[in-house]
């Protein structure tokens, strides 16, 4: 299994861009392909992107591809989500997810994801 640790900014203004980093531990070696979703108090986790091991593929939600920049950094075991023009709705806990094997596009709900962060909380405020 592979550890994961989000970081980021708690706390962003309206309009700016958010910068959040995950970086995983353990069996990094496992073809690890990587995600991130976003929970909103009393609602669902929603997915946000998703990147291929090599970081040569990458899948967008309809909502985040306008604004969002999934990238990852293999040498380091990193990645990153980059969402600008970011809005108070954006406020939420934001998890970095991770699954083995053959990347496949279609695997954007939970379920699909077997390791995950201990989430980060961003609140955007007005």
């Known amino acids: 299994q592979v550890q994961l640790v989000e970081s980021g900014p708690s706390v962003v203004r309206t309009g700016d861009s958010l910068t959040l980093t995950c970086t995983a531990s353990?069996?990094?070696?496992?073809?690890?392909?990587m995600g991130w979703f976003r929970q909103a108090l009393g609602s669902e986790r929603d997915f946000i992107a998703a990147?291929?091991?090599?970081?040569?593929?990458?899948t967008y939600a309809d909502s985040a591809k306008d604004r969002c920049t999934i990238s990852r950094d293999s040498a380091k075991d990193m990645v990153t989500l980059v969402m600008n023009d970011v809005k108070p709705e954006d406020t939420g806990v934001y998890f970095c997810?991770?699954?083995?094997?053959?990347?496949?596009?279609?695997?954007?709900?939970?379920?699909?994801?077997?390791?995950w962060g201990q989430g980060t909380q961003v609140t955007v405020s007005s």
């Open positions: 990147i291929s091991w090599s970081g040569g593929v990458t």
């Open positions: 353990g069996r990094t070696r496992d073809y690890i392909n």
């Open positions: 997810a991770a699954y083995s094997g053959v990347y496949n596009s279609v695997l954007i709900t939970p379920h699909d994801f077997d390791s």
